[in-house]
């Protein structure tokens, strides 16, 4: 039962997340096109207009950081285009992590120091834009997040470095049609071996498939 419910987080707790955070990006990204509605409209514009100098209008700055909160908002519910929101991303970050240097006082007046609701804010966006992170990191190698780590065989039996290139492909066809984090655990593969495997393959496939072509095709 354990093993069933971990595989399910395994598979529905990322594009969860990735739902929620997205959600929330476009939702509080909305809010500041339009004026006084969201929280951190004031806190955002003196924010800008110090990093900018005082150059950009404030109310062009609140209109460009509505767009990009809704545009990785957007990136994050679609998943898609998670390359343009990575940088996106990390420009908020800059805008979020700047008002703890540029206005302390202001996230930090509450009794003893506490933190105000504006500065509550900032810390909560901290987390937001950190879970968007692992979420966009998720979306490179074709959603996957692996780690390099040689996993335990559940077979005492089977040591990888003794593989023949037979077993090695019949593992990568196996991995067509199983889970291959599953995959590597049982056998003791990382899955970056897997899938340096699984390319080799692929390419091998291809080379030979070239040189059919090159043998069969007519003199001209």
Not at 68 to 86: D, P, S, V
Not at 122 to 128: E, T
Not at 194 to 218: C, K, M, V
Request: glycine share 10%.
């Amino acid at each position: 039962m354990e093993s069933v419910l971990h595989g399910k987080l395994v598979e529905w707790s990322v594009p969860a997340l990735r739902i929620a955070v997205g959600a929330i990006f476009l939702g509080f990204g909305a809010l500041k096109f339009f004026p006084d509605v969201s929280p951190a409209q004031d806190l955002s514009q003196d924010t800008f207009d110090k990093l900018s100098f005082g150059l950009v209008p404030s109310g062009v700055a609140i209109i460009g950081i509505a767009t990009m909160e809704c545009f990785i908002g957007i990136c994050l519910l679609a998943n898609r285009w998670m390359r343009a929101a990575t940088w996106f991303l990390v420009f908020e970050l800059v805008g979020i992590l700047s008002p703890l240097v540029l206005l302390p006082g202001r996230l930090f007046d509450g009794p003893g120091g506490a933190p105000t609701l504006e500065g509550q804010y900032v810390l909560k966006d901290i987390v937001l834009v950190a879970a968007a992170m692992v979420i966009v990191a998720g979306a490179f190698r074709r959603g996957r997040m692996i780690r390099g780590e040689p996993r335990e065989s559940e077979d005492p039996g089977e040591n990888p470095a003794d593989f023949s290139a037979e077993r090695k492909l019949e593992l990568v066809m196996d991995g067509a049609g199983l889970n291959v984090e599953t995959l590597c655990r049982k056998h003791g593969i990382s899955e970056p071996e897997f899938y340096r495997w699984r390319d080799e393959a692929l390419r091998g496939a291809r080379d030979a498939l070239d040189e059919s072509h090159q043998a069969g095709a007519p003199d001209r």
